[in-house]
């Protein structure tokens, strides 16, 4: 395995704005942006073998086949993980239809051809998968940062503690 950028210290801060990391071998590439990362755990719980947020580097791309990697990181709903395959096997496809999930007391996962726009047309991301603030509480609008479960943020109703 080959990690592209440099092996992160053990206290470096997570959510480091436009830090990327690519973790490759000869058949894959994954890609991770901490930015958009709100640490949901499909990737780990999934291929625990090869995702293993606790330890550096934290993907372990040599700890499962190629397609494996890749099934797992298309679990990802926010966009953090994306993959490029080097050895000719298919790359993530793009979704034919456009779907919305709002998650209970979460964010909106959005799935499909993204284009996210801001002020004047600027194009803030274009993307199959993202995370979507739904709170008003993340410091990295117009996307989830996690501040929902931090703020306590609900959207079904709490169950009454009799």
Known sequence: ????NETPPENEER???????IYRNEQIAVTWEPKLC???????????????????PWVKVDAATADQIAEAVMLC?????????????????????????????????VRGKIRITGPGGQV?????RVALCRCGHSENKPFCDG????????????????
Request: glycine share 8%.
């Open 1 to 4: 395995m080959e990690l592209e």
């Open 15 to 21: 959510k480091q704005p436009g830090v990327e990391r």
């Open 38 to 56: 709100i640490h949901s755990g499909y990737c780990f719980r999934t291929l625990p073998e090869v995702f293993q947020p606790e330890s550096r």
């Open 77 to 109: 709903p926010t966009g953090a993980l994306h993959f490029e395959r080097l050895d000719g096997g298919p790359q993530e496809p793009q979704p034919e239809d456009t779907t919305i999930n709002a998650r209970p007391n979460g964010p909106y996962y």
């Open 124 to 128: 803030i991301r274009e993307d199959t």
């Open 147 to 162: 501040s929902h479960r931090r703020v306590g943020f609900r959207t079904t109703p709490q169950s009454d503690p009799k």
